[in-house]
Nanobody
């Protein structure tokens, strides 16, 4: 079982910055990819950014050039640096661990954090 704990959300004015952190703990042999998703009220959850074990990244078009995802601590910690924030970035941000294995031959599973609120005021 993998636990994901997010931190770093809050209230910021438009144009400001925040950094989200997510730490994975528990029985972890490897995690294929870690990422951030967000869900605004009345909208579906959407991918914001993801990073694979070999450092490959993927960003939503709406955040390219403003957000940066990075991964440390043997791949079990992921950060999302968010700059030039806009009111439309307001959402609950969820950390995701994809393809996590407790041992080398264990089946892979996906896990989610509980989310952290990001609110950008205009």
């Amino acid at each position: 079982q993998v636990q994901l704990v997010e931190s770093g959300g809050g209230l910021v004015q438009a144009g400001g910055s925040l950094r989200l952190s997510c730490v994975a703990s528990g029985r972890i042999f490897s995690i294929n990819a870690m990422g951030w998703f967000r869900q605004a009220p009345g909208k579906q959850r959407e991918l914001v950014a993801a990073i694979t074990v070999d450092g490959g990244t993927n960003y939503a078009d709406s955040v390219k050039g403003r957000f940066t995802i990075s991964r440390f601590n043997a791949g079990n910690t992921v950060y999302l640096q968010m700059n030039s924030l806009k009111p439309e970035d307001t959402a609950v941000y969820y950390c995701n661990a994809a393809g996590a294995r407790a041992q080398a031959m264990s089946p892979a599973a996906d896990y989610w954090g509980r989310g952290t609120q990001v609110t950008v005021s205009s």
